[in-house]
């Protein structure tokens, strides 16, 4: 049972990265997985809830890559990749997610 909202949030990322949130519907994502709205709303009451479990996601995942990448590293080393990551996240961050997060939901942004 849990897979499918994983799979909901995962999906609902990728359609948010790719062409903003505002611009992908409740209607689209279930689409793309092949689900009734009434089985998506078993999981979220609304899209902002969706949302919000979708930047928890991504949080969750770029903390569990950033701890797998400094274990065992000194505090110099640790520093260099942070500079790096913050770096590289800068360079490639979907602008069209954080610009509609902004504009659209901003006590989500906050």
């Known amino acids: 049972m849990e897979s499918i909202k994983?799979?909901?949030?995962?999906?609902?990322?990728?359609?948010?990265?790719?062409?903003?949130?505002?611009?992908?519907?409740?209607?689209?994502?279930?689409?793309?997985l092949r689900i009734s709205k009434k089985t998506f709303y078993q999981y979220f009451d609304k899209k902002e809830e969706l949302i919000d479990a979708v930047i928890a996601y991504g949080q969750g995942q770029h903390m569990a890559k950033v701890q797998k990448s400094i274990r065992d590293?000194?505090?110099?080393?640790?520093?260099?990749?942070?500079?790096k990551e913050i770096k590289k996240s800068a360079e490639c961050a979907p602008f069209m997610l954080w610009h509609?997060?902004?504009?659209?939901?901003?006590?989500?942004?906050q």
């Not at 990265?17 to 689409?31: E, F, K, L, M, W």
């Not at 509609?100 to 942004?109: A, E, I, N």
Request: glycine residues 2%; aromatic residues 12%.
């Open 6 to 32: 994983e799979n909901i949030i995962q999906v609902a990322a990728t359609q948010f990265h790719q062409v903003g949130i505002r611009n992908v519907s409740i209607d689209d994502v279930c689409a793309e």
């Open 100 to 109: 509609d997060l902004k504009k659209y939901y901003p006590y989500l942004h």
């Open 73 to 83: 590293k000194n505090a110099i080393e640790v520093f260099i990749f942070m500079i």
